[in-house]
């Protein structure tokens, strides 16, 4: 009888352990897998007519539930979290920006070998900033599409923007540290991380593969609330918008600045890939 009881109690804590190895592995439990685990919990029990651990087995399973919900809602970010700047705020970092931008996003150094390993050393990328300073560049976007943000690891472009930053303020050029991805928390972690180093600021683009409502303010609204979501990893620098993405927005400009005035107030800035000479 104990033997019974003992391998049923390790079948049990096996099942558990099956449960916490899925949410420390993808952080996706969700109330489906729940009620899969406690299903298959009951099974085995009534097989094996052990009707009285069925209780125990709900009281753990719900325990781990309860847990696991409440770690799931301390480590997420929500929008209504989102605080504005102050105008006073808004005024500073309209003041620090060059009165005529001259924008350039360098291109990303590269090793010529068969990894094209990043080449992006503190030397090499001080000569790119001296030699765009030369050419009266005064604001720099790192890193852009020509950078090739989208192949870059998370390390990488960490990397990159500190000898940016650094080349920067010797060379006075305002630094734009453009954080996008489609992982929303790897471009939050690329804000924080701009903002330690001493970025001016900070851009994103909106999220690849946009499922596209079917108003443009409901569209509107899915894109500043995803860069508020950046944002809000480094609220005291202010945001610029990369509007590169071609499905996005298809009328105007124009109706995306205007609810940004009161709902992303962070924005101080659009780099607008478009040819549209209305805009």
Not at 36 to 63: A, D, E, G
Request: glycine letters at 2%.
């Amino acid at each position: 009888c104990t033997t019974i009881i003992s391998n049923q109690l390790l079948l049990l804590l096996d099942i558990l352990n099956t449960y916490i190895y899925i949410y420390i592995h993808t952080q996706e439990v969700t109330e489906q897998s729940y009620i899969h685990i406690y299903i298959y919990i009951i099974i085995t029990f009534l097989k094996m007519n052990q009707y009285k651990y069925l209780l125990l087995s709900l009281f753990l399973v719900l325990s781990l539930s309860t847990i696991f919900a409440l770690d799931s809602t301390l480590k997420s970010y929500t929008i209504s979290k989102y605080k504005p700047p102050t105008n006073g705020q808004r005024e500073k970092w309209l003041s620090e920006m060059p009165d005529n931008i001259i924008l350039s996003a360098p291109y990303t150094p590269y090793k010529n070998d068969e990894l094209r390993t990043l080449n992006a050393t503190e030397e090499n990328v001080y000569l790119l900033a001296k030699n765009a300073k030369r050419l009266g560049v005064n604001l720099v976007w790192v890193p852009g599409s020509m950078g090739q943000f989208q192949a870059l690891t998370v390390d990488e472009r960490k990397i990159l923007l500190e000898y940016w930053v650094k080349a920067a303020k010797d060379l006075d050029i305002y630094v734009v540290a453009h954080v996008g991805s489609n992982c929303i928390q790897k471009s939050r972690e690329l804000a924080a991380h701009a903002a330690a180093v001493g970025a001016n600021s900070i851009a994103s683009v909106p999220p690849f593969y946009l499922y596209e409502p079917a108003t443009s303010d409901a569209n509107i609204d899915i894109v500043l609330d995803y860069l508020k979501e950046i944002s809000m990893a480094a609220p005291n620098l202010p945001f610029f918008y990369y509007h590169i993405v071609p499905n996005i927005f298809q009328q105007s400009i124009t109706e995306f600045l205007t609810d940004a005035t009161t709902k992303f107030p962070h924005l101080v800035g659009i780099k607008w890939v478009k040819l549209s000479f209305p805009d």
